[in-house]
């Protein structure tokens, strides 16, 4: 390098020039190998750097190492995508022939469900009216004008083209099975228990702003649920123990995948039936075809009710499963009984499980909205990553945002000009180390799952937390529990996560968790100063 010091750019200037014009913050940093906060808060007087030091840190190719963290590796991604609709599109000539041939019929069924829902839903609100004491069980005979409700939702499934559904085995007494629980494929799910069982149903608090759905799940004594929120999943599981331990109550229904996915996988259960010890009857839904897959894979609502009114006959099996009992000689805990029940369902459908959950469709709808051409390699398999990592379904969608904001090409790959773009930071030997790091297969650019899994790994290591603290800690040279902007130069916009001016500790730390890679540039100052 002509020139030792951290100003000197790695790119060409003819690479970085469109970059630094869009840059809405431009931080220099003076001395990456100084104590860190004597380089921020001098940054005016320092405008050298050391030139020992500068050829030390440039051979040092893990700018993490002081924290622990050693190279890592990035999983191969899945071959299966749990979520993908197999006839998305109305291919072939018998398809297009069936839908003409079936359009005047679609109109008929159309009219009969807009009726159906209709009826169903002036008698629920007959049967809900006047009735406050919602945390008690439903009386009978409101229970009673429900059978209205349910016979229309009977009547619903009909105009789908479900005219007869085979069911193989029964439903075990509310007694002795008072769970259960089953695959989801798609809406049709809730709408056939609906009529079966009337049970009291797990649902997403959304449902609730649901036109007519919200007033009739309603009426099944709903346990609302946000999936993000841990105080909701906790008062969830309550009253899941609580209404599943009254008989007086129905059955209580859930859906351990919490999405619905194409039926061919099963993907990891979330804990919530498990977690309070009772009995679970586990029940599987399958969707025999040929021409139209059913399932409310990646596709759009609308499109898949068009196609089911346009069939002649769309077929569904139901299959209730053998009692699965929590083990009576040892204490099991909830992951080990669900793992048994989730076996059975699988055994049951004949397909392999995976650690997919929610959070990989969500990743996956976002890769498909940015156009990315292989968006089902954007999926981490949410419930391992959580599990190893630590890491949120919201952190994780958090981590391709910022990603997909770095432009990737359409092979999903992001180069260091993009990378330094979205970092708002001028390139420095250090910042070009933290880009080696994540690029695991040096071939000049990164992936997102190299960007997550990287992330991630820094994230995991022990001292990070400590190493977070310990660098505010320098920083707040005078005690006052927050760092001014003269401290910390123009990095400070970085930090000030709110916009309120001040860079208090949970600003700081919030903003080094959602950008685990910027520890980096503490790491020599908390080193020398041996602060780990």
């Given at each position: 390098?002509?020139?030792?010091?951290?100003?000197?750019?790695?790119?060409?200037?003819?690479?970085?020039?469109?970059?630094?014009?869009?840059?809405?913050?431009?931080?220099d940093?003076?001395?990456?190998?100084?104590?860190?906060?004597?380089?921020?808060?001098?940054?005016?007087?320092?405008?050298?750097?050391d030139?020992?030091?500068?050829?030390?840190?440039?051979?040092e190719?893990?700018?993490?190492?002081?924290?622990?963290?050693?190279?890592?590796?990035?999983?191969?991604?899945?071959?299966?995508?749990?979520?993908?609709?197999?006839?998305?599109?109305?291919?072939?000539?018998?398809?297009?022939?069936?839908i003409l041939?079936?359009?005047?019929?679609?109109?008929?069924?159309?009219?009969?469900?807009?009726?159906?829902?209709?009826?169903?839903?002036?008698?629920?609100?007959?049967?809900?009216?006047?009735?406050?004491?919602?945390?008690?069980?439903?009386?009978?005979?409101?229970g009673?004008?429900?059978?209205?409700?349910?016979l229309?939702?009977?009547?619903?499934?009909?105009?789908?083209g479900?005219?007869?559904?085979?069911?193989?085995?029964?439903p075990?007494?509310?007694?002795?099975?008072?769970?259960?629980?089953?695959?989801?494929?798609?809406?049709?799910?809730?709408?056939?228990?609906?009529?079966?069982?009337?049970?009291?149903?797990?649902?997403?608090?959304?449902?609730?702003?649901?036109?007519?759905?919200?007033?009739?799940?309603?009426?099944?004594?709903?346990?609302?649920?946000?999936?993000?929120?841990?105080?909701?999943?906790?008062?969830a599981?309550?009253?899941?123990?609580?209404?599943?331990?009254?008989?007086?109550?129905?059955?209580?229904?859930?859906?351990?995948?919490?999405?619905?996915?194409?039926?061919?996988v099963?993907?990891?259960?979330?804990?919530?039936?498990?977690?309070?010890?009772?009995?679970?009857?586990p029940?599987?839904v399958?969707?025999?075809?040929?021409?139209?897959?059913?399932?409310?894979?990646?596709?759009?609502?609308?499109?898949?009710m068009?196609r089911?009114?346009?069939?002649?006959?769309?077929?569904?099996?139901?299959?209730?499963?053998?009692?699965?009992?929590?083990?009576?000689?040892?204490?099991?805990?909830?992951?080990?009984?669900?793992?048994?029940?989730?076996?059975?369902?699988?055994?049951?459908?004949?397909?392999?499980?995976?650690?997919?959950?929610?959070?990989?469709?969500?990743?996956?709808?976002?890769?498909?909205?940015?156009?990315?051409?292989?968006?089902?390699?954007?999926?981490?398999?949410?419930?391992?990553?959580?599990?190893s990592?630590?890491?949120?379904?919201?952190?994780?969608?958090?981590?391709?945002?910022?990603?997909?904001?770095?432009n990737?090409?359409?092979?999903?790959?992001?180069?260091?000009?993009?990378?330094?773009?979205?970092?708002?930071?001028?390139?420095?030997?250090?910042?070009?180390?933290?880009f080696?790091?994540?690029?695991?297969?040096?071939?000049?650019?990164?992936?997102?799952?190299?960007?997550?899994?990287?992330?991630?790994?820094?994230?995991?290591?022990?001292?990070?937390?400590?190493?977070?603290?310990?660098?505010?800690t320098?920083?707040?040279?005078?005690?006052c529990?927050?760092?001014?902007?003269?401290?910390?130069?123009?990095?400070?916009?970085?930090?000030?996560?709110?916009?309120?001016?001040?860079?208090?500790?949970?600003?700081?730390?919030?903003?080094?968790?959602?950008n685990?890679?910027?520890?980096?540039?503490?790491?020599?100052?908390?080193?020398?100063?041996?602060l780990?």
């Amino acid at each position: 390098m002509a020139e030792d010091c951290l100003r000197a750019p790695l790119l060409g200037s003819e690479l970085l020039r469109d970059v630094f014009d869009e840059a809405e913050v431009i931080v220099d940093i003076d001395d990456c190998d100084r104590s860190t906060i004597q380089s921020f808060s001098n940054h005016q007087n320092n405008n050298h750097c050391d030139h020992g030091n500068q050829l030390e840190g440039t051979e040092e190719q893990n700018p993490f190492e002081f924290i622990g963290a050693g190279s890592f590796s990035v999983p191969s991604p899945s071959t299966i995508d749990p979520f993908r609709n197999n006839t998305p599109n109305i291919e072939g000539l018998y398809e297009w022939v069936k839908i003409l041939v079936c359009f005047p019929i679609a109109i008929v069924r159309i009219i009969l469900f807009g009726l159906s829902l209709a009826v169903g839903y002036v008698a629920t609100i007959c049967a809900l009216h006047g009735w406050k004491d919602r945390q008690n069980p439903m009386p009978r005979w409101r229970g009673r004008l429900m059978w209205v409700t349910r016979l229309c939702t009977r009547s619903i499934l009909f105009c789908f083209g479900y005219h007869w559904i085979k069911r193989i085995g029964k439903p075990a007494p509310r007694e002795t099975a008072p769970i259960v629980v089953s695959n989801h494929v798609s809406y049709v799910e809730p709408i056939f228990f609906f009529y079966e069982l009337f049970p009291t149903i797990v649902a997403s608090e959304s449902h609730d702003a649901i036109p007519f759905v919200g007033t009739i799940i309603r009426a099944m004594q709903v346990v609302y649920v946000n999936r993000f929120s841990a105080s909701s999943r906790k008062q969830a599981v309550s009253e899941i123990k609580r209404k599943a331990s009254c008989d007086d109550y129905p059955r209580v229904l859930l859906f351990p995948e919490g999405t619905t996915t194409n039926g061919r996988v099963l993907i990891a259960f979330q804990l919530g039936a498990f977690i309070p010890g009772y009995p679970i009857q586990p029940v599987v839904v399958r969707y025999p075809h040929v021409h139209f897959d059913q399932s409310w894979g990646y596709i759009s609502l609308v499109k898949l009710m068009f196609r089911m009114f346009t069939q002649f006959h769309n077929f569904m099996e139901v299959e209730y499963l053998s009692i699965v009992s929590p083990l009576e000689n040892q204490k099991e805990s909830a992951a080990h009984f669900a793992e048994r029940t989730s076996y059975t369902i699988a055994s049951a459908l004949n397909v392999v499980q995976t650690s997919h959950a929610y959070g990989d469709l969500l990743l996956l709808t976002k890769a498909s909205q940015s156009k990315q051409e292989k968006p089902s390699t954007y999926m981490v398999e949410m419930s391992k990553v959580e599990t190893s990592f630590n890491i949120s379904t919201q952190e994780a969608v958090e981590f391709l945002d910022k990603f997909l904001s770095m432009n990737p090409d359409p092979r999903g790959r992001v180069k260091i000009h993009d990378f330094l773009r979205v970092l708002r930071l001028r390139a420095c030997p250090l910042l070009e180390k933290i880009f080696g790091y994540l690029d695991v297969e040096k071939q000049g650019s990164v992936t997102f799952r190299q960007f997550f899994f990287g992330s991630a790994h820094i994230l995991k290591q022990p001292l990070f937390s400590q190493a977070c603290e310990s660098a505010f800690t320098e920083c707040d040279g005078r005690e006052c529990n927050y760092i001014s902007q003269q401290q910390v130069g123009e990095m400070f916009n970085i930090f000030d996560t709110d916009g309120d001016g001040i860079c208090s500790r949970d600003d700081f730390m919030t903003c080094l968790r959602r950008n685990p890679l910027l520890i980096a540039f503490f790491g020599r100052g908390l080193a020398s100063n041996g602060l780990l």
